[in-house]
């Protein structure tokens, strides 16, 4: 482990600098899994990350911070791409109105209609931009952020012949009133053999106003998005597939006393820009085609009437519109018919006794044309478990349940019932025993045709939590991961797993 190597010898000279401060993290990660289910040889799948931060102060106040990331990734999935080397790095300067960042850094504009990148861990999708951010504070007056440069996820840019260019601007003069201005544009393609190949350059802006008003917040965003074409030296600019996007986003949220309620809705129709994630609006983080066309809302409610008791409900609806006949998403694939999306959950919590907890929860879905191979998905279930917390930091949890699917694919239909059961131990404070096991009496196409799954391990921290080890083995199912509008297919795992992670 090199970059372990390296962090050791940095630690020693920060520390004869006391005006700086050195600071990171190192995760190493190590799969083995079995090739496929007829295969008696091992792939090893190896993934090391370090993060270093240095930071100080310079003279008339001005804070200084730099930093790396060091990656060595060798995870050999189909959409993974293989990495060796500095990953990410940035210089930034900062004063108390003004601050100014080379490298790579994460930006969203507005609530993420414009543009997205950020860190989604959940679904594996780590987007960025390298080049400049420069960012301003009017005092009370508002904010204010230009931004340039290439986007990069996953360690590979999006689109190698696109620049990015992008401002904001946020007034906060208003104690209970926020308004906010945002454009974006992509640079023109550049010469193409192909005019037809690659996507073309685009703009897009949005405003937005947000307020408080005592126990109620609300926000609402309108986006546009126009594009061009691409820009040929030979034939001038050359207008495909060019769109006159718009995207609507608004929310409501208010708190009172044993009571929360938020609603938020959407409206997207030619915004399936690549770099953006508009809001989803539903709590599984999932858009119905990228933004490309879709609408629909949400609804949260949580109550506490006594202090032991948590509820909670929660109910999202999305579809496309009736006209759409066919949709190509970003990622290529098509998708025939109106997507429809309509989901109920419910979940309860209630502290029984001081010591004992209890919770419930229970689910159904409605899926239409979401996947390219299945015309429809319907599904119920429910769960329940407990926690029993004893002799001080020590507990016990259980948790079983179960879902009925119904799934009409192209050519047949499948009626199925899964299982579900965990189990989780905590003995000391710094061990964690966990296991889990799904089974299903038949067996699932879209899951390679395999009907049970489980996997179980623990969980260690030490050196007074800086340090984790996590070591699991089994098998596990995959599919669809999302989060924040970035989902990714993960694909089914058997074998075994350990990581560790350290911060200093």
């Not at 993060?51 to 993974?80: C, T």
């Amino acid at each position: 482990m090199r970059h372990f190597i390296i962090i050791l010898c940095l630690i020693p000279l920060a520390g004869r600098a006391a005006a700086w401060d050195l600071s990171g993290g190192n995760q190493a990660a190590i799969w083995v899994s079995q090739a496929d289910s007829d295969s008696l040889y091992n792939v090893l799948h190896y993934r090391e990350g370090c993060d270093l931060r240095l930071s100080g102060s310079l003279k008339n106040d001005i804070g200084v911070e730099a930093g790396m990331s060091l990656l060595y990734d060798q995870e050999r999935w189909d959409d993974q791409p293989v990495f060796s080397g500095i990953s990410k790095r940035y210089l930034r300067l900062k004063t108390e109105n003004l601050s100014v960042r080379v490298g790579t850094y994460y930006a969203t504009l507005g609530r993420g209609l414009v543009l997205n990148c950020a860190n989604e861990q959940a679904a594996k999708i780590d987007r960025y931009l390298d080049g400049a951010l420069a960012s301003a504070s009017l005092e009370d007056l508002g904010d204010a952020r230009l931004l340039f440069g290439r986007i990069r996820e996953n360690t590979v840019e999006m689109d190698t012949a696109k620049t990015y260019l992008g401002t904001e601007i946020k007034t906060t003069g208003f104690s209970f009133l926020t308004a906010g201005l945002a454009y974006l544009r992509a640079n023109a393609a550049g010469p193409a053999v192909d005019p037809s190949f690659g996507k073309p350059a685009d703009e897009q802006y949005s405003g937005s106003l947000g307020g408080a008003f005592g126990p109620v917040d609300l926000y609402g965003e309108y986006a546009g998005r126009r594009t061009y074409g691409r820009l040929s030296p030979s034939a001038g600019w050359v207008g495909i597939e060019d769109a006159n996007g718009h995207a609507f986003y608004g929310s409501l949220s208010a708190a009172y006393s044993g009571l929360g309620v938020m609603v938020d809705f959407k409206k997207y129709q030619d915004f399936d820009a690549a770099i953006n994630a508009p809001p989803p609006c539903n709590r599984e983080g999932r858009l119905l085609n990228n933004g490309q066309d879709e609408y629909g809302f949400q609804a949260d409610l949580t109550a506490t009437p006594w202090s032991a008791l948590e509820l909670r409900g929660n109910y999202s609806w999305a579809r496309t519109h009736e006209e759409r006949d066919e949709l190509t998403a970003s990622d290529g694939r098509v998708y025939s018919g109106t997507q429809k999306w309509q989901d109920v959950f419910m979940e309860g919590r209630w502290e029984a006794r001081g010591n004992i907890i209890l919770n419930a929860e229970g689910r159904l879905r409605q899926e239409g044309n979401l996947q390219p191979d299945i015309i429809s998905k319907e599904y119920m279930g429910a769960s329940a478990g407990m926690v029993w917390k004893y002799q001080g930091s020590r507990t016990l949890s259980v948790k079983a349940g179960a879902n009925r699917y119904k799934n009409t694919y192209d050519i047949e239909k499948l009626c199925y019932d899964e299982f579900l059961a965990e189990l989780g131990w905590v003995p000391w404070e710094w061990l964690n025993v966990f296991a889990t096991a799904d089974l299903a009496d038949k067996p699932i196409a879209e899951y390679d045709d395999q009907k049970s799954w489980g996997e179980a391990g623990c969980t260690i921290d030490f050196a007074q939590g800086r340090q984790q080890l996590k070591v699991s083995a089994g098998q596990t199912k995959g599919g669809l991961v999302c989060s924040g509008g970035f989902c990714r297919w993960e694909p089914a795992f058997k074998g075994f797993k350990t990581v560790w992670n350290w911060k200093f």
